[in-house]
């Protein structure tokens, strides 16, 4: 018996777990999920018979009212019947299907389209159409897949003549669009003029057509495309093999095989097999290459084959394991968004050009932080190994579909014009969750960038790495003057080393060489010399970050503090409540807030980091504070909730008794306020429930702060909220403080340290606001 070698075993396991990833629980990756409630008689009633009958006699009167009242506009089939999948092949329709589930993820996953996938049993193109038509009256798209060439041509273009919405074979078109979209890069960084560049096409499948008519479109000349078969170049003359979209591409030239077109050739566009390209032939291409292997799973040539004999070689591949991976998943999700957002007729060339544009505009931009931690933190920027985004940048979205809606627009095919594009972009990133649009609703309303009084945050932790990287997103905004303290030295080393040098001319402070450090521990050894505090003691506490960012707020030479980066909770805690205190004069302690932000709802936490054991009274106070900051962030009037195992009185003991004692003192402390309580989790977050057993619940609808009888419970809820619930959480927000210092966690992620930046900004503003009214 011969033992499975490394690369089998290998192999082998990566075939098992993708087998158990699509068996573990529920069989496949797709479910079908009500958006309307349908918890109780009433509900089934409108969803179904009778209620039902209304929106059909509706659409009976109105055929455009199925947008209004059904999910067609949203809905896109992804079609096949398994002729041509992936690398694998003619495998038919049933073995086809975990792909087109795959496909439906993807869309649902990138630009929130719902799918249902579509296998048939049909191989001709006469009954292929036949069916595809009669699903047009279900769907608000046709998305094409894996149907083999030449048949994929034909059926897509008469699709497209018969019926009233977009028809897109993937296949063919996406590989284009994205192939395209790295195309004009790499001409731009080598600086050639597309109409004179030469380019040898390696296959002659969908792909392959799609994509060299793309590059036609793109302004590449007829004649200087050069096609290959398995059979070799395609040829004026030649017959063997020959259908009318190969005779397209048949040109006057002497070249018979890959290697001889492949001479002084300034291109290489690859859909075709593994290993068809040599060194020779990549050596016998013009300086500066552009070689796209992208066949499928393995390139025509290796990335690492071709620097053996080129170092000037521009390389792209099908694969994610290599720079500039050519993936459809950048185009067909915002592709569809652009023309269901339209209710596009058709999808024409204008739109696919205007989505080639868009990406490779994007490619130019400075990338994202979240988008380097999809890809294990490596660095990216526009150039040979950088000619297209990222799968994983959100950014794609909002710069694709609006360019696809635009030139559906633009050439007549748009049933639905968009009026506001702005308004259409944030709408777009709202789809994909909420966190999105709360920030962008807090910087809006902090002083906008270059205006003298833009809040100062001081960062006591200057060296950080991912401080630093939130201050240079910071700078860059100008919506936030960042302070750092440390040694000026280091910093600057530590930027050089991040590549952020242009921070350099930030303010940077060293505690005791600043100007107000004798100052500061003056202060500071009166307000604590009766708590043990020696003045040399002040003198060496005031050297330290937390202390001196605490102190410079207190004393207006900043306006707010962001730490925790590399400190554990405690360690940053104590020197602000030393040198702050709380905001309340009377007994209010500080209390620590969480924001959950879900796809459809934002919940306010508390107190989730600091009191142990709050009284009725704490948990009043700690209610104030919360609401007051949903207020503040949210702009709208919360829904408290006292949170127990019992409900209103179901059990007595002290824990349920102090919950409901909670809610009499906030009340009675602001009669405005509505709260109520005790209550159970899921009473207080589901309205449904909510009425249905408790009617005389003072909450008219679910809660949007929620009050925990401890801080082990809410601690434990908003963790496991985090992790497995889908949300994304801000905060801790301390409140309530005399000034604006928050501490994030030693986990945060250079996108949490800006947002909590951004929310202690505004947080800063509104007690200055505060303030001023106060002594009006």
């Not at 969908?206 to 000349?221: M, R």
């Not at 095919?413 to 649009?437: C, H, T, W």
């Not at 501490?743 to 900004?761: C, F, G, K, P, W």
């Amino acid at each position: 018996m011969t033992t499975p070698t490394n690369e089998t075993t290998s192999a082998e396991e990566k075939y098992r777990l993708a087998l158990d990833y699509h068996a573990h629980g529920r069989a496949g990756k797709v479910e079908i999920t009500p958006t309307k409630p349908t918890m109780t008689a009433r509900d089934l009633s409108l969803a179904y018979s009778p209620g039902v009958a209304a929106p059909c006699l509706e659409i009976a009167k109105n055929p455009d009212d199925v947008y209004k009242y059904t999910a067609k506009g949203n809905l896109v089939a992804v079609l096949s019947n398994g002729t041509a999948v992936l690398g694998l092949g003619d495998i038919g329709p049933l073995a086809g299907k975990p792909v087109m589930e795959g496909k439906g993820v993807l869309f649902k996953r990138f630009a929130d389209i719902d799918v249902f996938d579509i296998e048939i049993n049909n191989r001709s193109v006469e009954e292929i159409v036949r069916t595809v038509k009669s699903l047009e009256p279900t769907f608000g798209g046709i998305n094409l897949e894996d149907i083999k060439a030449p048949e994929c041509f034909e059926v897509e273009t008469q699709l497209q003549e018969i019926m009233d919405i977009p028809i897109f074979h993937d296949d063919q078109h996406g590989t284009a669009i994205i192939g395209g979209a790295a195309f004009l890069n790499a001409c731009e960084i080598t600086n050639r003029d597309i109409s004179k560049v030469k380019v040898v096409v390696s296959g002659a499948g969908a792909a392959a057509i799609a994509t060299a008519n793309f590059l036609l479109e793109l302004g590449v000349k007829r004649e200087n495309v050069l096609m290959a078969d398995s059979k070799g170049v395609i040829y004026k003359g030649r017959t063997e093999g020959m259908n009318k979209y190969k005779d397209a591409f048949a040109n006057e030239t002497k070249c018979r095989t890959l290697a001889d077109a492949m001479v002084n050739a300034d291109a290489f566009i690859g859909c075709s097999a593994k290993g068809l390209v040599s060194k020779d032939m990549v050596k016998a291409m013009a300086k500066d290459p552009i070689i796209f292997a992208m066949a499928n799973p393995d390139p025509e040539i290796t990335p690492e084959e071709v620097a053996q004999v080129r170092s000037d070689a521009i390389m792209a591949t099908g694969r994610s394991d290599y720079a500039n991976q050519v993936n459809n998943v950048l185009c067909f999700p915002f592709l569809f968004r652009g023309a269901l957002d339209v209710r596009a007729r058709k999808i024409n060339e204008e739109m696919k050009k205007a989505a080639a544009m868009a990406l490779a505009k994007l490619a130019k931009e400075e990338v994202p932080e979240d988008v380097k931690r999809a890809y294990g933190n490596e660095n990216f920027s526009f150039g040979r190994n950088y000619l297209i985004p990222k799968p994983f940048d959100k950014r794609v979205l909002t710069w694709v579909a609006p360019a696809v809606a635009k030139a559906a627009m633009d050439s007549g095919v748009a049933r639905m014009p968009i009026e506001d594009f702005n308004a259409y972009a944030k709408s777009l990133q709202e789809r994909l969750g909420q966190v999105g649009s709360i920030m962008r609703n807090i910087r809006s309303r902090l002083p906008g960038a270059g205006k003298a009084e833009k809040p100062r945050i001081v960062f006591p932790e200057g060296t950080n790495a991912r401080i630093l990287k939130a201050v240079s997103i910071l700078r860059d905004e100008g919506l936030i003057q960042p302070i750092l303290l440390g040694n000026k030295k280091i910093i600057h080393r530590k930027m050089d080393e991040l590549g952020v040098s242009n921070l350099k001319d930030l303010e940077i402070i060293y505690p005791e060489d600043n100007a107000n450090y004798e100052t500061f521990v003056k202060d500071y050894f009166t307000q604590r010399q009766r708590k043990g505090v020696s003045y040399s003691f002040a003198k060496d506490t005031m050297k330290r970050g937390n202390y001196f960012g605490s102190m410079m707020v207190k004393t207006g030479n900043a306006d707010g503090m962001i730490t925790g980066a590399t400190q554990n909770y405690p360690e940053c805690i104590r020197p602000i409540m030393k040198v702050i205190g709380t905001n309340s004069p009377g007994r209010a302690k500080v209390a620590g807030i969480m924001m959950l932000v879900f796809k459809q709802r934002v919940v306010f936490l508390a107190d989730c980091t600091v009191q142990m054991n709050p009284d009725a009274h704490d948990l009043a106070d700690i209610a104030l504070s919360a609401a007051q900051m949903y207020r503040n962030v949210m702009q709208a009037e919360p829904r408290v909730a006292f949170l127990s195992y019992s409900n209103f009185g179901s059990n007595r003991d002290p824990q349920a008794a102090k919950m409901a004692e909670a809610v009499k003192i906030a009340k009675a402390k602001d009669p405005t306020l509505i709260a109520d309580g005790e209550m159970q989790a899921d009473v207080a977050v589901n309205a449904d429930i909510m009425k249905n057993l408790f009617e005389f619940c003072s909450l008219d609808k679910a809660a949007d702060v929620l009050i925990f009888p401890d801080l082990g419970s809410a601690n434990i809820s908003y963790k496991l909220l985090a992790q497995l619930g889908g949300a994304t959480s801000i905060g801790p927000i301390l409140l309530p403080l005399k000034y604006a210092i928050n501490i994030v966690q030693r986990t945060s992620t250079v996108d949490e340290i800006v947002n909590m930046s951004h929310l202690t900004a505004l947080i800063s503003q509104e007690i200055k606001a505060h303030r001023a009214l106060k002594h009006s």
